[in-house]
């Protein structure tokens, strides 16, 4: 039987961390754009019986504009594949990429 997280009325019981510190750099150059960020987090419980464990997170980013409306950029998250999130027993994808483009009218 699932149970939501909320419904537990324990005090001091939160899904979300006790700690949680964050850190980015977002570099330009012509018209590359370069971004990285690192953020930690303490343990916290993310279902009644179980805890997400403390982590550390590190994101990069990549962007370059091609023209005055059309950009393209791309973004690695959580490059260490920490397990870093845990909430009504779904958890965190691991890492994961993308790509994509802006087009501006």
Same mark, same amino acid.
């Given at each position: 039987k699932r149970q939501n997280i909320n419904s537990a009325?324990?005090?001091?019981?939160?899904?979300m961390?006790?700690?949680? /510190? &964050?850190?980015g750099i977002k570099a330009s150059r012509d018209e590359w754009s370069f971004g990285a960020d690192v953020s930690g987090c303490s343990s916290y419980y993310?279902?009644?019986?179980e805890r997400a464990p403390a982590a550390i997170i590190v994101d990069l980013s990549l962007e370059k504009r091609?023209?005055?409306?059309f950009t /393209? &950029?791309?973004?690695?998250?959580?490059?260490?594949?920490?397990?870093?999130?845990l909430l009504y027993y779904y958890g965190e994808p691991g890492l994961n990429t993308?790509?994509?483009?802006?087009l501006q009218f």
């Open positions: 009325a324990q005090p001091g019981f939160t899904n961390p006790f700690n949680r /510190v &964050f850190a993310g279902t009644i019986k091609i023209s005055v409306n /393209v &950029f791309g973004y690695v998250n959580n490059i260490l594949n920490n397990r870093h999130y993308g790509l994509g483009a802006v």
